[in-house]
């Protein structure tokens, strides 16, 4: 699927479905009407068995800021099994998922708040209940109908699991969509697996290609990444660049960090780079440090990387 821009209203991208995506042809034509106004992505929305068996669920919170009612509608790209996955709809105002269109609008001052975002498109019918069992990855796109300025409308996860007597989670905030989105992004990353009277840490990197291009014309595409590091140490590039190739739009791929780069024992800290070396759409990542014994993590979005 793909996702598009359409013009620039308070430094927002205005956006318009039937031009953002293209129907996929095992989906069904969008109904009307469909939401036009900001746009914010969430990068990663996930259900995935982690290490040591653990559930990771993804809880998704909407909200309008403002006190004027807006039609919500969401954009879901994932990948389960291997294969892609493509939904959207809308946001009822009573919290349910529905046909695009269909739900009316979301009320002024409200928030609607999912559990679990991926068990809400199934139970909605829009996904198989099997992606529960399989295990799903991917990215959503909110559009938020007649709003037009930063911060009207708002999109958070926290991506958790309950494998302790309660839940350890970690937030991630939604990216609103401007006319100027990166091709090229850079973040900190940690792993201090092994080191003594240190939290044992590991860093998780969630990639997303936004499905969107970076100057809001033309189509987005598949893309091709390419991953490296630098030591915080000796400011030398350490590891071995890591290719990530045919990233479909909204998908999102995730790597561990020093295994997939094979960074060098003796280093703890590194900035990694991502970069697109292939294709038109613009792309977003987060970076996650994991407790080895608790799988709590904490989250840092990468930064835009214009240099």
Do not use: W
Request: charged residues 15%; aromatic residues 6%; negative net charge.
């Amino acid at each position: 699927m793909t996702r598009k821009l359409f013009p620039v209203l308070a430094a927002i991208a205005l956006l318009s479905a039937p031009a953002l995506r293209a129907q996929r042809d095992d989906l069904e034509p969008e109904a009307a009407p469909v939401a036009s106004g900001i746009g914010i992505n969430l990068t990663a929305v996930a259900r995935l068995v982690g290490g040591g068996g653990i559930l990771f669920k993804t809880a998704v919170d909407v909200t309008n800021n403002t006190g004027t009612a807006s039609q919500v509608d969401f954009y879901f790209d994932g990948t389960t099994g291997g294969a892609p996955v493509a939904v959207n709809g809308s946001v009822r105002n009573d919290g349910t998922l529905v046909a695009q269109g269909t739900g009316g609008d979301v009320a002024g001052h409200r928030n609607i708040h999912f559990d679990d975002f991926v068990d809400a498109l199934v139970q909605a019918g829009m996904l198989p209940a099997s992606v529960e069992a399989d295990g799903v990855i991917g990215s959503t796109l909110f559009v938020f109908g007649g709003f037009s300025k930063s911060g009207q409308g708002a999109v958070t996860a926290r991506f958790y699991n309950d494998g302790c007597g309660g839940t350890l989670g970690q937030a991630i905030n939604g990216r609103e969509i401007t006319t100027s989105e990166p091709t090229k992004l850079v973040v900190t990353a940690r792993n201090t697996l092994g080191e003594a009277d240190v939290p044992q840490l590991y860093t998780n990197l969630f990639i997303n290609n936004t499905g969107l291009t970076p100057t809001g014309s033309g189509d987005a595409s598949a893309i091709d990444v390419k991953v490296s590091a630098v030591s915080s140490k000796t400011g030398a590039a350490v590891g071995t660049p890591l290719p990530l190739s045919g990233i479909n739009p909204g998908a999102t791929v995730a790597i561990n960090v020093f295994t997939s780069l094979a960074i060098p024992a003796d280093e703890d800290t590194v900035l990694v780079t991502i970069q697109v070396t292939s294709g038109t759409s613009a792309i977003d990542a987060v970076a996650v440090a994991i407790d080895d014994a608790t799988h709590d993590g904490t989250t840092t979005k990468a930064a835009s990387a214009a240099f």
